[in-house]
């Protein structure tokens, strides 16, 4: 007879068997299925927005056409969240087969051994622009990733607040931090309350190296703090000037500015004249500001566009996992993404425009506006570079979080900008250990 | 086949009235068990073992742990930021517990004059309990408390000008967070009404009929009475608040600013780990807290002796 207590034996061990079944050695699935024919299934990791979500998808979409036996699973993220995430799945032994990397925690990553070297692994990197493969090379790791695309800092005009002022748009070629200020106080005073010239800078870590290397000095040297006290200081100085001239707002508007979304800033929404991006946020910026944003060089402290200092950044890198199961498939898949050009063409220069020289050749006839600004100005410095900066060290990641704390302390008067500009000293080199 | 088979074996046993005699329904007890077990030991003591092994080393994440001995330890009692975040923590936990308490008493007491309506009172004030620790409501809070958010233009209307932008004002900061906290008042206060209910309507009557005024009878019969509710809210709340980390973290956007001052102990250990890649220190800061909160604790037992009454 079929007790009760036999239909709850066989309920219970059934699940269990399951179970049991599912950690045989024949299973199937499993961590990648390392194929003969190297068909395999990729993970794909990346950070950003919607267009760069629906370009990735697009592109792992076109590539079934290059390699139908290879499938791509994506894992589109946030910036906010992905280096938890990524940090996470590592820790987990769940690091995903090709991730999308920042110049950051590319050392921290590389130099711990979770990426592969993608020279070695045979990725083809004839066709990118000199300088630029440089950029994802550790010394004891090889090349660690490769970039996705270049990009370089750069000021961004709202001109509709210009034209409110009455105040003409500075000559980039020539302006100084001083002319920034002075045309920064003028649009304040001419423009009705809760509308001011710049934003606080202070606490934005690429303008903060852009004005270290005029100085002379850079963010990192040899693994360690590149620049001195005295520099801190003078650039604490100068984000106080922006406070107290009222060239830009108070600090706590400052405070809640930088932590609102790009589309809710007051750049954005026409309270402030001027701030500073990345070229290749260049593109979504424009869509934001009703007539589109004018791109200049930051200021110098000469007064000549020469001695800006700038440099071509990764954007961000692709980089391959050194524990996937696949590796052959997932170089092969970072080489069509850097290497072809119609990934190119789908992926466009929302990356950053493409190092390499016969993707961006391919690419550029089709740009649209906001696009071309972004390439505009990149060629238009190229004249003008300054030596490539380094690597970010390990622990060099939290860096933004440390200049983000000692701005902030200065601006609501707890340090003056010389007890800020040791702070940020001590906090960076007690992280680089 | 072995699961089945010692089933079968253990309802065949049952049934002849088997061999062993003196716990014959361990195995099946232990079966129904099973799920709760493989949590506690998966989820909560593995990883507690783990995690203590691991506050004794240097835990990249990226590379194996190595062993360093006290090194965290001595770190710790050196991390200014460690101590500024026990400070925060410290100052949230003994300002925000005592005023959530009183709002939820307060409210409790109302609530039980038996006005009409009562559930619904009850469901609108233990509502903000279940969104409050929400990552929505913290979004909410944010919005609420900026510069240009709703209170500073029904300040604008009052006649305010010049309102700082709460959140985001070293001053203020803490503030408004402890203010959400307050505001989630209402499991404490569903505690609390349930322990109203238990105290006799007699004793007030008798107190009446004495002469005793309303706020006398709230000192001298209410409160007394409902002590070892209040004790259990008090560490229970006391306990959560130390964890707190959900309202920190999204009002200051995960930093903990501005200037470290929403920089609560438990963020400060999820950015050690998550972002900092060390581990090794974030496992060493979770052992500290449960020190800390087992003292708190403790020390709450312990003066309990002296101010809660039990009515037997």
């Known amino acids: 007879m079929f007790t009760r207590r036999k239909a709850l034996a066989l309920g219970l061990a059934a699940p269990g068997l399951a179970g049991l079944a599912a950690c045989g050695p024949n299973t199937a699935g499993g961590s990648g299925g390392s194929g003969e024919e190297g068909a395999g299934s990729l993970r794909l990791a990346w950070w950003g927005n919607p267009t760069r979500d629906e370009n990735t998808k697009n592109v792992a979409e076109a590539y079934k056409e290059v390699e139908p036996e290879v499938t791509i699973s994506l894992e589109p993220g946030e910036w906010s969240g992905y280096w938890d995430k990524l940090a996470t799945q590592t820790a987990g032994g769940d690091f995903p087969d090709i991730v999308q990397m920042d110049e950051k925690y590319l050392a921290e990553y590389a130099e711990r051994g979770a990426l592969l070297d993608l020279a070695e692994a045979g990725l083809d990197t004839a066709d990118f622009a000199p300088g630029s493969v440089e950029v994802g090379e550790l010394p004891d790791v090889g090349l660690a990733a490769i970039n996705a695309g270049l990009n370089a800092f750069a000021f961004l005009i709202n001109p509709v607040v210009f034209e409110e002022a009455g105040v003409e748009i500075p000559d980039d070629s020539t302006w100084t931090w001083e002319e920034l200020l002075d045309t920064a106080v003028t649009i304040t005073e001419a423009t009705g309350k809760g509308t001011y010239g710049m934003t606080q800078m202070g606490m934005i870590q690429g303008l903060f190296q852009v004005y270290v290397r005029q100085s002379g000095q850079d963010q990192y040297k040899d693994g360690a703090a590149g620049f001195d006290a005295a520099t801190a200081t003078a650039w604490f100085e100068l984000a106080k000037k922006i406070q107290d001239s009222g060239a830009g707002p108070g600090a706590s508007v400052s405070v809640e500015d930088s932590s609102r979304s790009m589309d809710q800033s007051l750049f954005a929404t026409g309270k402030v004249a001027m701030t500073v991006a990345w070229s290749n946020q260049v593109v979504a910026h424009d869509v934001l500001v009703p007539e589109g944003v004018v791109v200049l060089r930051p200021p110098s402290m000469t007064g000549s566009a020469a001695d800006v200092q700038l440099w071509y950044k990764a954007s961000m890198y692709w980089a391959v996992s050194s524990q996937t199961a696949n590796p052959d498939d997932a170089v092969a898949f970072v080489d069509y993404l850097v290497n072809s050009p119609d990934a190119g063409k789908i992926l466009s220069v929302e990356r950053g425009v493409p190092g390499n020289l016969t993707v961006r050749e391919a690419i550029v006839p089709d740009l649209d506006e906001a696009d071309t600004k972004a390439v505009d100005y990149l060629e238009s410095i190229e004249e003008e570079l300054g030596h490539a900066p380094e690597i970010t060290p390990q622990g060099g990641g939290q860096f933004e979080d440390m200049l983000t704390r000692a701005t902030e302390e200065m601006l609501f008067g707890e340090l003056t900008p010389a007890e800020a500009g040791q702070r940020l000293l001590d906090d960076l080199a007690s992280a680089l250990g | ?312």
């Open chain 2, 1 to 312: 086949m072995s699961a089945v088979g010692e089933l079968t074996e253990l309802v065949s046993n049952r049934k002849k009235g088997g061999v062993k005699e003196r716990h014959p329904d361990n195995k099946a007890g232990l079966a129904f068990m099973l799920p709760w077990l493989l949590g506690f030991l998966g989820i909560t003591l593995i990883p507690m073992i783990a995690s203590f092994a691991l506050a004794f080393t240097d835990y990249s994440l990226l590379a194996p742990p190595e062993f360093t001995g006290l090194a965290n330890i001595k770190e710790m009692i050196g991390d200014s930021r460690l101590h500024n975040s026990l400070v925060v923590t410290f100052i949230y936990v003994f300002v925000g517990t005592p005023l959530q308490l009183i709002m939820a008493l307060l409210l409790a007491v109302v609530l039980n004059q038996g006005i009409k309506g009562l559930s619904f009172y009850r469901s609108v004030f233990y509502l903000p309990s279940l969104l409050g620790g929400s990552v929505a409501i913290a979004i909410l809070w944010r919005q609420m408390f900026g510069a240009n958010g709703l209170i500073n233009q029904v300040g604008g209307m009052l006649g305010f000008e010049n309102l700082p932008g709460w959140v985001s004002n070293p001053d203020t900061a803490l503030g408004t967070i402890i203010l959400l906290h307050v505001w989630t008042f209402g499991s404490p206060m569903i505690i609390f009404l349930a322990g109203l209910r238990q105290i006799p309507e007699m004793y007030y009557e008798a107190a009446s009929v004495d002469g005793a005024s309303k706020v006398a009878q709230f000192f001298r019969i209410t409160i007394p009475l409902l002590t070892p509710i209040i004790f259990f809210n008090v560490v229970l709340q006391v306990i959560n608040a130390f964890q707190s980390f959900t309202q920190a973290f999204v009002v200051s956007g995960g930093t903990g600013g501005p200037s470290d001052s929403t920089m609560f102990y438990t963020l400060y250990l999820y950015q050690k780990g998550f972002t900092q890649f060390d581990m090794g220190y974030a496992s060493a800061m979770a052992w500290l807290l449960l020190i800390i909160v087992g003292i708190f604790t403790a020390i709450n037992f312990f003066v309990s002796k002296f101010w809660v009454f039990y009515d037997d």
